[in-house]
């Protein structure tokens, strides 16, 4: 990796693109440090670590790298952006208009649906604005002066500050997809998760030095076991029958079908981890429910109810966005009209069969990956009292590796795009 960073540094073309890239994430990084008027920010932070940490949204500070609990201009950091395209992305598949769209279109049709996404984004950054202040607001009854200002004026404020950082981090991620290095969205997600490194490494060097001997182990191996199957894939052989035309003959070469064995990402992990934390969130916001009984041992994110819950719906996801994914009977139909077929089984119906049943094995295979990633740090949190203090998220983990090696891939395939215009210029 550090060597493809130091062979694209020498190309003056991808030199840009990365200087870029680091100024969009430097200017992210400080205005996710600029307050909010009108809100208490060290008051709102000491009782985010002490009550909010272990509900869904700690998952949200993670992601915006602690902006969320310290309710900066970029506290809803790219949620929005992430809900709306999942919404717009499950609409398009429900909703026939959007549907075509999507692939009658081109790429007129797709400017179209990023422009809803856009929308949709403003709509939720509004919303969610709003829902962080009634949240603040909410906590007066408990003793709490998280906004300390009263009327319509500190509200809008606040507001709208929220709703316009979740458009300026929206136009951050789109400025480096088209003018950088990767993913915007994803480099963002990056540096977010990247920030808190440092605190990690403090409080490992804390600790008593054989569990930090094993921790830091553990997470080697766990890095190259995400990287081992990130790249895994299964792969389908598919032959095309030769056709004559006139005096050529097309087609009869032998291709694959690739299913990666990661095909969903991280994404049931982190709707796993919303969805899981939604009862606790619930009590957190109920006067007298987050020093119950019931949120204390079924809904603590160190009970075993809450790890088996966890795992149920990873499994869930794994297999729902696999459904999204892969249409077996539209892959089968693609190959039958342009004369492919898998060896050993009849185009059609056969066919699909045959690669539903491959998927389905392949989700059962990632699925139980992504338990035992997002699952080990929970258990070490359990057997090792000091680790619960290191906030490692499996969903943070997958994230880091997974951006870093898509970095890395999209510079070689810079690279190996300008060594040959190179060779034929």
Request: glycine share 8%.
């Amino acid at each position: 990796m550090f060597s493809t960073l130091a062979n694209a540094w020498k190309i003056p073309e991808l030199r840009k693109k990365l200087m870029f890239t680091v100024l969009i994430l430097l200017i992210y990084r400080l205005c996710s440090v600029i307050p909010v008027p009108f809100i208490d920010a060290a008051q709102l932070a000491t009782y985010f670590e002490s009550t909010l940490s272990n509900t869904i949204l700690g998952l949200y500070d993670a992601m915006s790298g602690s902006a969320f609990s310290t309710a900066t201009v970029l506290a809803l950091g790219i949620q929005p952006y992430i809900n709306s395209s999942i919404i717009i992305q499950l609409l398009t598949i429900a909703i026939p208009a959007l549907e075509r769209m999507a692939k009658e279109e081109g790429e007129e049709g797709k400017k179209k649906i990023e422009r809803i996404t856009r929308y949709t984004t403003i709509g939720l950054g509004f919303l969610l604005g709003f829902a962080y202040y009634a949240m603040m607001r909410n906590y007066e009854s408990q003793g709490l002066t998280l906004i300390t200002g009263e009327g319509f004026l500190p509200a809008a404020v606040i507001i709208l500050a929220f709703a316009a950082g979740s458009c300026f981090v929206m136009w951050m991620g789109e400025q480096i997809t088209e003018f950088g290095i990767g993913n915007g969205i994803s480099m963002i997600l990056f540096a977010n998760i990247i920030s808190g490194l440092p605190g990690m490494l403090s409080r490992l060097l804390g600790m008593d030095w054989w569990v930090a001997t094993i921790v830091a182990i553990a997470m080697l191996l766990l890095v190259i076991f995400i990287v081992f199957i990130n790249d895994a894939e299964r792969r389908i052989p598919i032959q095309y029958a030769k056709r004559v035309v006139g005096r050529k003959v097309y087609g009869g070469q032998n291709t694959n079908l690739p299913i990666k064995v990661s095909m969903s990402g991280v994404m049931p992990v982190i709707f796993a981890s919303s969805i899981c934390s939604l009862p606790a969130t619930v009590c957190a916001f109920v006067p007298g429910w987050a020093d119950s009984w019931v949120n204390k041992n079924l809904f603590a994110p160190n009970s075993w109810p809450y790890f088996a819950a966890y795992v149920l719906m990873i499994f869930f996801f794994s297999w729902f966005y696999s459904t999204i994914q892969y249409d077996p009977v539209e892959i089968s139909n693609n190959l039958k009209k342009n004369g492919g077929f898998i060896p050993g089984f009849r185009p059609g119906k056969p066919t699909s069969e045959f690669i539903q049943k491959v998927i389905n094995k392949i989700v059962v295979f990632g699925a139980i990956y992504l338990a035992i990633v997002a699952g080990l740090p929970m258990l070490a949190g359990n057997l090792m009292t000091d680790v619960q203090n290191l906030a490692i998220g499996g969903t943070s983990v997958i994230i880091v590796v997974g951006v870093a090696l898509e970095t890395v891939k999209a510079l070689e395939a810079q690279m190996l795009m300008r060594h040959y215009k190179g060779f034929l210029d």
